[in-house]
């Protein structure tokens, strides 16, 4: 996946606006809480999500062992065919 880059000015106050498309992507709307982490001299904001927001994105544990099952299938054909 390649990454968005959009570009935005600070205003004389520190304000930015995020870009729409940005914010339709993250569903980030007016009193919506954001962090900014300072990750090895890189500014990245973050949307804080609540709990439930969470969860509905975190797949299923049917989900998951469905990928773990394709994920070790994939595993032991290739040790089949490096033998």
Known sequence: MMP??????????GM????????????????TEVAFLD????LVLVPVLEIEEIRK???T???MLKSYEES??????LENTNR
Request: zero cysteines; glycine letters at 4%.
């Open 4 to 13: 968005t880059t959009s570009k935005s000015i600070v205003n004389r106050k």
């Open 16 to 31: 930015v606006t995020i870009p729409s498309k940005l914010r339709k992507k993250y569903n980030i709307k007016e009193g």
């Open 39 to 42: 990750i090895m001299g890189n």
């Open 57 to 59: 994105q975190m797949p």
């Open 61 to 63: 544990a049917q989900q």
């Open 72 to 77: 070790r299938e994939e595993e032991i054909q």
